[in-house]
């Protein structure tokens, strides 16, 4: 062994040698007391000069003097990871490429808190990307986890049915939950006593108050209709508790009556009459129209199935109150059956779901904010844009509290500033929202400051969550 060894320690030993034939002698030129950095003996590049002489060596590039201070800058930094890795894989940072995972369920339950609120929104133009993006990473990802489970308002139609009923066959467990106006789908009784159980009665007057509103497109309703409503529903609450659930239709011949009104003067007693015979009359409006939806039973079908539910309402008329008063509904009924499966945490999608940030509705969202984390509730709302919401909206606080926030492409810039004020964004990101290509999105949660995402799909993905298939013919070539 020590034979062997001896000769190459020789050789190393003349190699080194080799290396020192640069004369590193050379004078070191001053002027007026400074040391010019050409003059310096530069560090040995090349080990065998004779080699690098007969092209065995790349060439040797000339250095560009420079001091510390000016070089630091070529210097890049390590950017920091914007996320953990804990939660569901989002995408990558456009910047560092580094994997961005959140998940509001998560980072709300860590340790510290990452964010005060589970709720999300999800906003941008036509087409940016917003639903392939909350299918995947806030429907389908999730679902692998255990006790983990979505609920979705499907609002935008595709091949005659929700957008997202592929996705409830493929991962849930039956249908999605059909909502029309001929009564060929499911009904939802306002009355419901899971409604009524688990917000009480002052909560069941809320959602009945928001109901006469969004069938009066939103206009308010004085203190007389107000406490002609009150009374009405009290009494139909009293009449049938104990008997059966009482439905809409219980409700409508109460509306109006005076009788526990006797301390009133006759006047008064009139005009109270005549408030709560007005709202009756809404009412009755509301289910002249949509009876089978709403007069009766809460249907069957209407349940949590397994752990991916929709309520398809994509049939329902884009005017008029329907779709509306089914989300306000639906979202009071979810509360109530939510507390019976404790333990689960449930994500409710609202998709095109402006209405509920900004409507009626939203006074129901607000006083309901408290209920939903008691029951493990996350809400997600997908809208376009939100710059024509009122400044004296509920719907405000809803957007300002929300932690999650996912901003895809902006095209007008009075769009893009809007989320740049509301969300507290950079100034700079105004332009980043104007430019982003489909799929890519700004992200910004609890107080980390907003990244550029890409959203990246697997290949099964791409496939459930395509919504080209109309702008490319497909159907009709495979007609063909
Ligand atoms: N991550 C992505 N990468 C590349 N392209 C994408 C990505 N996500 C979506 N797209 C493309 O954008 C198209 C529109 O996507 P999507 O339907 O999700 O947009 P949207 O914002 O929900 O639109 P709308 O406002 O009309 O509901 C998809 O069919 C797909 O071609
Ligand atoms: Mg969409």
Redesign the pocket.
């Known amino acids: 062994m020590s034979d062997t060894t001896a000769p190459r320690r020789s050789r190393r030993a003349r190699k080194s040698a080799e290396t020192v034939d640069v004369a590193a002698d050379e004078p070191i030129d001053s002027e007026a007391g400074e040391v010019s950095p050409y003059e310096l003996p530069g560090p040995q590049r090349r080990a065998k000069t004779r080699k690098a002489e007969r092209g065995y060596y790349a060439p040797v590039f000339q250095g560009a003097p420079s001091t510390t201070r000016q070089s630091s800058v070529l210097n890049t930094a390590l950017i920091g990871p914007v996320t953990g890795t804990a939660g569901v894989a989002n995408?990558r940072d456009m910047l560092s490429h580094s994997l961005i995972t959140h998940d509001p369920v998560t980072a709300y339950n860590s340790t510290p808190r990452l964010i005060s609120s589970p709720n999300s929104i999800v906003c941008?133009?036509?087409?940016?990307?917003?639903?392939?993006?909350?299918?995947t990473v806030y429907v389908t990802r999730p679902l692998v986890i255990r006790y983990r489970r979505a609920v979705i308002f499907d609002k935008?139609a595709r091949g005659g049915e929700g957008?997202y009923a592929e996705l409830v066959r493929e991962w849930g467990q039956g249908e999605p939950i059909r909502f029309t106006t001929d009564g060929s789908g499911s009904r939802l009784n306002l009355l419901d006593p899971l409604i009524v159980s688990q917000i009480g009665d002052a909560g069941t007057y809320r959602l009945l108050h928001a109901i006469v509103r969004i069938a009066r497109d939103g206009a308010r309703i004085d203190d007389w209709e107000e406490e002609a409503a009150r009374s009405a529903l009290k009494r139909t609450l009293a009449t049938y508790d104990g008997r059966r659930a009482p439905t809409l239709a219980d409700l409508l011949p109460l509306l109006g009556r005076v009788d526990d009104y006797s301390d009133l003067t006759e006047h008064a007693r009139d005009r109270l009459h005549q408030a709560g015979l007005g709202v009756r009359f809404t009412l009755e409006g509301l289910l002249d129209e949509y009876g089978g939806m709403l007069d009766g039973d809460t249907s069957e079908n209407v349940n949590l199935t397994g752990k991916l539910t929709s309520f398809d309402i994509s049939q329902l008329p884009t005017e008029g109150p329907s779709s509306h008063v089914v989300r306000a509904i639906g979202n009071q009924w979810m509360l109530g059956r939510l507390r019976t499966d404790p333990g689960w945490q449930t994500t409710c999608i609202n998709?095109?779901g402006w209405d509920m940030v900004d409507g009626p509705a939203a006074h129901l969202l607000k006083s309901n904010q408290k209920l939903s984390r008691g029951v493990g509730l996350n809400n997600v709302f997908?809208f376009?844009k939100g710059l024509d919401i009122p400044l004296d909206s509920p719907g405000r606080t809803v957007i300002s509290e929300a932690q999650s926030i996912y901003v895809?492409r902006q095209d007008r810039k009075e769009d893009a500033d809007w989320a740049v004020r509301t969300f507290g964004f950079d100034p700079s990101t105004a332009t980043v929202l104007q430019n982003l290509?489909?799929?890519?999105f700004v992200f910004k949660y609890g107080a980390v400051p907003e990244t550029h995402v890409?959203?990246?799909?697997s290949s099964i993905e791409?496939g459930l969550?395509?919504?080209?298939e109309g702008m490319r013919g497909d159907r009709r070539r495979d007609d063909a």
Do not use: L, M, N
């Open positions: 995408g941008g133009g036509v087409g940016g990307g917003k639903s392939s993006f909350v299918k935008k957008e998709e095109e997908v376009h895809f290509a489909p799929g890519q890409e959203h990246v799909r791409v969550t395509d919504t080209d």
